[in-house]
């Protein structure tokens, strides 16, 4: 099982990764479709920002958004090719429902896109469920929404 801890975007091992899931995101959608936080956003005091480790190496990455009234955004969900279906992305998102339950969020809500059928299903899997569209998501075709209360 990986470990999964809070760590800096600006890490030399992290960087990377935040590059590859870029590379990834735009080889699927234009990049007005592309809804990221860059780096200085996954450092702001309400962002909580996670890598997934196993023996030292970085495996993938995950932040969460406290968006102050009670509902949070899960934002940067990525693991490495390699990485999949191993069950890394479980572990991300397991700790950051732990993160929202410690810091009083009830509903977590998230944003994929329609070709990201293993994502939709892993996030299926924990208990996500469809929604309209929400914020900065509404009227972009490729978006899929979705959440969960914890």
Do not use: W
């Amino acid at each position: 099982m990986p470990v999964v801890s809070l760590e800096s975007p600006r890490r030399d091992d992290v960087l990377p990764l935040l590059h590859q899931a870029d590379d990834f995101a735009l080889a699927l959608y234009p990049a007005e479709n592309y809804h990221r936080l860059d780096i200085d956003d996954l450092e702001r005091a309400d962002v909580g920002f996670y890598v997934a480790r196993e023996d030292g190496e970085a495996l993938g990455t995950v932040a969460i958004v406290d968006r102050g009234d009670g509902s949070a955004e899960l934002k940067r969900m990525f693991v490495t090719a390699s990485a999949r279906g191993l069950g890394v992305g479980q572990a991300l998102i397991n700790t950051v429902e732990e993160h929202a339950r410690n810091h009083g969020v009830t509903v977590i809500r998230l944003e994929t896109g329609v070709p990201q059928t293993a994502a939709i299903a892993l996030y299926e899997k924990s208990g996500y469920r469809p929604i309209p569209a929400f914020g900065p998501y509404i009227g972009d075709p490729t978006s899929y929404c979705m959440e969960k209360s914890l």
